[in-house]
């Protein structure tokens, strides 16, 4: 489950959270002495960590869609997780591509890390060139809604 | 026994936890007074390097990229040169930028370190051309090795176990080994060009998938195929050669412990291993190093089987990132002696392996996303340290971490008179390690000491990977911690028929492991 993009979305009655490719909805509300409650689990929120369960995660809140300069936390998805260089561009402007697809190949550290299409649609534009440096979290590849 | 070209002596009883065995830290009496040694390279290994050099009284050139000006191994030698920008093809790929960052620097010797042009021949062969000493072993044993096909005709020429293999590949003779197969770059290396296949139905994709990923980093499609050994242990013997002829070899360690195929704990005597088997082991090192005439430090790489069989698989031509799991066991200075036989020197005599010595890589790289990689500023490093602790760091605290290169930060090895108390300063060394700034693979290293299949001894390459990944937090975790997050974040809950504000909330670090 590493490298999965969590965005959670407030709703009534909780949150509707997206995990990767799945949709999960949790019941949030809170106790009458203030303790959040998850899934009816206490949980524990500090500044930028929750704790819950006994497990605690760090967690960082970036803004909308595209937030850049945080390294290594999102998935491969459209943008690269990680400062990197382009190997390879698997995709021209106007291919109809499948969820999953590979896009494209950037390498960081030496290490080849491939971008997939998280949903199926059509190219609509390409922001990246072999041996070209992108930063963290800034678009590459884009697709059709 | 008969490999050794040098008698066996009795252990330094003097050798005090992270002993140094006195005798052989000295150059070739009389020493070569001219020598002034260019490190082509960056990182751990450059800094490694140059220390050993300052305690022979050799002077030193640190070369460096753009990306790496005031780098811990342009502080620490005596003089730094920069070699071009960050991309390595344009500095520490670029034979003839280094070469004349030697003739700049009147610099005499060339150590290569390893990766970037350790292994090329073509590059060793540049530097004798130019009449410098090449720190490492002739082109032509350099390139017998490089090709793999060739170095698997050599060992299996000299008597040492394969597993069976093809080299002019198609889809019958590959099929005739026995599925499952694994397909090799001949030109290979780091997992890169590699496939296993289990199914008929998956050979000519993994053949054109191999070729073309070879052709990309070796610019080498050429393959050759092996029956695949599974659940395999990775095994290898430190050897030294006096390019004369004589082998000596040096221990067993264990590296099964990998990610991508690529090392990240590594330790020696192997767990379990018999006295008999090890010295198998160390016998064919031996006869592969000689009958090649191989000079200075190489290893010799085999893999194991669970029906406690080995099979040559390659040999690495340059010093190693774990050689120093070796030193602690031995009391030798590898770099030392590899300093020593480049300038014509004889091998050591053998020393007793003593105790148990185990290395983590600290790497930046995040375990909790697939180990991707993970660049940025150190912005904290607390060294570890305590009795049989050694600590060799490419970086000091504030330094920047480029994309550019290799993700290894730092290796933190432990040794003790056992495995068992060596595991247990590792486990407290690692506690004591602070690194901020850029994620690492300390934390599921330290869930690994305490793993009980670790423990026990005997687990395959392909162990960590899975193992790790299963104890990432699960789908549902994330889940519930993120609705937590948000609602405490105080984003309202949404009145009906509104749209509700959208939080992204990608997960940066993920707290501690497990």
């Given at each position: 489950?590493?490298?999965?993009?969590?965005?959670?979305?407030?709703?009534?009655?909780?949150?509707?959270?997206?995990?990767?490719?799945?949709?999960?909805?949790?019941?949030?509300?809170?106790?009458?002495?203030?303790?959040?409650?998850?899934?009816?689990?206490?949980?524990?929120?500090?500044?930028?960590?929750?704790?819950?369960?006994?497990?605690?995660?760090?967690?960082?809140?970036?803004?909308?869609?595209?937030?850049?300069?945080?390294?290594?936390?999102?998935?491969?998805?459209?943008?690269?997780?990680?400062?990197?260089?382009?190997?390879?561009?698997?995709?021209?402007?106007?291919?109809?591509?499948?969820?999953?697809?590979?896009?494209?190949?950037?390498?960081?550290?030496?290490?080849?890390?491939?971008?997939?299409?998280?949903?199926?649609?059509?190219?609509?534009?390409?922001?990246?060139?072999?041996?070209?440096?992108?930063?963290?979290?800034?678009?590459?590849?884009?697709?059709?809604? | 026994?008969?490999?050794?070209?040098?008698?066996?002596?009795?252990?330094?009883?003097?050798?005090?936890?992270?002993?140094?065995?006195?005798?052989?830290?000295?150059?070739?009496?009389?020493?070569?007074?001219?020598?002034?040694?260019?490190?082509?390279?960056?990182?751990?290994?450059?800094?490694?390097?140059?220390?050993?050099?300052?305690?022979?009284?050799?002077?030193?050139?640190?070369?460096?990229?753009?990306?790496?000006?005031?780098?811990?191994?342009?502080?620490?030698?005596?003089?730094?040169?920069?070699?071009?920008?960050?991309?390595?093809?344009?500095?520490?790929?670029?034979?003839?930028?280094?070469?004349?960052?030697?003739?700049?620097?009147?610099?005499?010797?060339?150590?290569?370190?390893?990766?970037?042009?350790?292994?090329?021949?073509?590059?060793?062969?540049?530097?004798?051309?130019?009449?410098?000493?090449?720190?490492?072993?002739?082109?032509?044993?350099?390139?017998?090795?490089?090709?793999?096909?060739?170095?698997?005709?050599?060992?299996?020429?000299?008597?040492?176990?394969?597993?069976?293999?093809?080299?002019?590949?198609?889809?019958?003779?590959?099929?005739?080994?026995?599925?499952?197969?694994?397909?090799?770059?001949?030109?290979?290396?780091?997992?890169?060009?590699m496939r296993v296949v289990r199914h008929e139905r998956e050979l000519a994709e993994a053949l054109e998938g191999a070729a073309s990923e070879a052709l990309a980093a070796f610019g080498d499609g050429r393959l050759y195929a092996e029956r695949f050994v599974e659940p395999a242990r990775h095994v290898e013997?430190?050897?030294?050669?006096?390019?004369?002829?004589?082998?000596?070899?040096?221990?067993?360690?264990?590296?099964?412990?990998?990610?991508?195929?690529?090392?990240?704990?590594?330790?020696?005597?192997?767990?379990?291993?018999?006295?008999?088997?090890?010295?198998?082991?160390?016998?064919?090192?031996?006869?592969?190093?000689?009958?090649?005439?191989?000079?200075?430090?190489?290893?010799?790489e085999f893999l194991l089987s669970p029906d406690g069989r080995h099979s040559f698989l390659e040999m690495n031509t340059r010093i190693q990132v774990e050689a120093g799991i070796t030193e602690l066991v031995t009391g030798l200075d590898l770099v030392a002696e590899q300093l020593r036989l480049a300038l014509?020197?004889?091998?050591?005599?053998?020393?007793?392996?003593?105790?148990?010595?185990?290395?983590?890589?600290?790497?930046?790289?995040?375990?909790?996303?697939?180990?991707?990689?993970?660049?940025?500023?150190?912005?904290?490093?607390?060294?570890?340290?305590?009795?049989?602790?050694?600590?060799?760091?490419?970086?000091?605290?504030?330094?920047?971490?480029?994309?550019?290169?290799?993700?290894?930060?730092?290796?933190?090895?432990?040794?003790?008179?056992?495995?068992?108390?060596?595991?247990?300063?590792?486990?407290?060394?690692?506690?004591?390690?602070?690194?901020?700034?850029?994620?690492?693979?300390?934390?599921?290293?330290?869930?690994?000491?305490?793993?009980?299949?670790?423990?026990?001894?005997?687990?395959?390459?392909?162990?960590?990977?899975?193992?790790?990944?299963?104890?990432?937090?699960?789908?549902?975790?994330?889940?519930?911690?993120?609705?937590?997050?948000?609602?405490?974040?105080?984003?309202?809950?949404?009145?009906?028929?509104?749209?509700?504000?959208?939080?992204?909330?990608?997960?940066?670090?993920?707290?501690?492991?497990?």
């Open positions: 489950m590493a490298g999965e993009l969590v965005t959670s979305r407030v709703v009534a009655g909780g949150v509707e959270v997206t995990v990767g490719d799945r949709v999960v909805h949790v019941a949030v509300s809170r106790r009458a002495d203030g303790v959040l409650l998850v899934n009816g689990q206490a949980a524990e929120v500090e500044a930028d960590a929750v704790t819950l369960g006994g497990d605690r995660l760090d967690v960082q809140v970036l803004g909308e869609r595209g937030a850049a300069g945080t390294g290594g936390n999102a998935g491969p998805g459209l943008s690269s997780p990680t400062p990197a260089t382009v190997a390879r561009v698997l995709v021209a402007v106007g291919d109809e591509v499948e969820a999953g697809q590979a896009l494209l190949v950037v390498v960081a550290m030496k290490t080849e890390l491939t971008l997939v299409a998280p949903r199926a649609g059509r190219v609509t534009a390409i922001h990246a060139a072999p041996l070209q440096s992108v930063r963290a979290g800034v678009p590459l590849v884009e697709l059709s809604a | 026994m008969a490999c050794f070209s040098a008698p066996s002596r009795s252990p330094d009883g003097g050798a005090a936890d992270t002993g140094y065995n006195p005798g052989h830290d000295a150059l070739p009496d009389p020493p070569s007074p001219e020598v002034k040694l260019l490190v082509a390279n960056r990182g751990e290994i450059a800094v490694r390097v140059i220390r050993t050099a300052r305690t022979l009284g050799i002077p030193t050139v640190a070369v460096f990229s753009e990306a790496d000006r005031g780098a811990l191994h342009t502080r620490l030698a005596d003089e730094a040169v920069e070699i071009g920008p960050g991309p390595s093809a344009q500095s520490y790929l670029d034979g003839a930028r280094l070469l004349a960052a030697a003739a700049r620097t009147g610099a005499t010797a060339v150590h290569p370190g390893y990766g970037f042009l350790s292994e090329r021949a073509e590059f060793a062969a540049a530097v004798l051309a130019a009449g410098l000493l090449w720190v490492g072993p002739s082109p032509a044993s350099m390139a017998a090795m490089a090709d793999k096909a060739a170095a698997r005709r050599t060992a299996g020429a000299l008597g040492l176990p394969l597993t069976a293999g093809v080299e002019a590949i198609e889809p019958g003779n590959v099929l005739a080994l026995g599925l499952p197969v694994v397909i090799k770059a001949i030109a290979g290396g780091g997992g890169r060009g013997v430190q050897s030294l050669g006096d390019g004369r002829g004589g082998a000596l070899a040096l221990g067993v360690r264990e590296c099964s412990v990998q990610r991508r195929g690529q090392k990240l704990l590594e330790e020696t005597p192997v767990p379990g291993m018999s006295e008999a088997l090890a010295a198998a082991l160390e016998a064919d090192a031996c006869t592969l190093v000689r009958g090649v005439a191989y000079l200075g430090a190489g290893t010799v014509g020197g004889e091998l050591p005599e053998r020393p007793a392996i003593r105790g148990h010595a185990m290395e983590v890589r600290i790497c930046a790289e995040d375990p909790r996303l697939g180990f991707a990689p993970s660049s940025g500023r150190v912005t904290r490093l607390r060294a570890p340290a305590g009795p049989g602790i050694r600590f060799d760091a490419g970086v000091a605290e504030g330094d920047a971490i480029p994309e550019l290169y290799d993700s290894l930060l730092a290796k933190v090895m432990a040794f003790g008179p056992s495995r068992e108390s060596a595991i247990g300063r590792m486990r407290g060394a690692l506690d004591e390690l602070e690194v901020a700034g850029v994620a690492t693979t300390a934390g599921v290293l330290r869930a690994v000491l305490v793993d009980p299949a670790f423990l026990a001894g005997g687990v395959g390459t392909r162990w960590l990977e899975p193992w790790a990944s299963a104890r990432s937090p699960s789908p549902a975790l994330l889940a519930a911690a993120a609705a937590a997050f948000t609602v405490e974040r105080g984003a309202p809950p949404a009145r009906a028929g509104r749209e509700a504000p959208t939080v992204s909330s990608p997960w940066a670090t993920l707290g501690r492991w497990p």
